[in-house]
């Protein structure tokens, strides 16, 4: 069953993280149109999406992005919003209300300051979102410390490693996974334990990214098997109900996560979903003990 659309809005950033494939590795690219998103949302409905993550790039820097979280929700999508913070402030009052999850990134931390405020005026509850590197992995006990200053929930992600930057260490996922025990702090075990075992392997894979997620692109396509990976655009144009249930898009379900260039691989975009595969893996149950905790932490009050 699909459960997840990753909807990029646009490739643009205005900023420039050194861990993120974004916009380095993206290509130009027209946006869409709320009339196409609105067509968008009709289909993944049919199609048995429950969760819509409008991604980017930075989506704050869509122009309509407002329009489009208000028809998700009216279509009954739980909607999420990973943002950089910097415009959060300026937009914060017209998405009241129509994000279930915004996610602020803790990379740049007077940004994020900033942003914090803006949602504590606007009684928005928010999550912070930092990927462990090697290089400020040894900050993260002060990461915890804010979350608990602010009371604000962070999530611990840990950096893809196949865009040339280095895996992380294995002494660090210890340290993440002792942060992981601390209040208001949340990361996924199940993608802890697939990076520290090298990521997904072709021979038995994990991933599902051409199944258990639809990845939609800013110019109206679906993007096959994955957005990182793309080897396939089909346009939308005669819907994206038709489009996902091609013979195209079969053929990369057949092969999702058995691809060479899959080797390795530990994008959560995809993997999250893919976890629920297998109720006899040990991702799976770690999995479930993640939601279990992040349960606990987004229930605790933030204002």
Known sequence: MTLVCNYYLTYECNMACSFCSIPKHAPESK???????????????????????????????????????????????????????LLYPKLAHALKGKVDMMRISLHFLPVAKKALAAA???????????????????????????????????????????????????????????????????????????SKKGGNQIEMPVCRAASNAITISPDNCLLLPCYHKCREKISLSKGLFNAFNSKKAARFRQMEGKFPFCQGCNVYCYMRSSFHKNPFSKLFWLRLASIAKFGIEWSRPQF
């Open 31 to 85: 946006v869409q149109t709320i009339k196409q998103i609105e067509s968008n949302l009709r289909d993944l409905k049919r199609l048995g999406v429950k969760v819509i993550d409008f991604t980017g790039g930075e989506p704050l820097l869509y122009p309509e992005l407002s329009d489009a979280l208000q028809a998700a929700k009216q279509h009954g999508f739980i909607t999420t919003v990973t943002t950089n913070g």
């Open 120 to 194: 504590k005026t606007e009684r928005q509850k928010v999550m912070l979102h930092f990927v462990a590197t090697n290089q400020n992995v040894p900050l993260l006990p002060r990461i915890s410390g804010l979350a608990a200053e602010t009371r604000t929930p962070v999530r611990l992600a840990v950096c893809f490693s196949y865009f040339g930057n280095p895996a992380l260490g294995e002494e660090h996922f210890g340290l993440i996974s002792r942060e992981w025990l601390k209040p208001f702090v949340y990361a996924d075990l199940a993608q802890l334990e697939l």
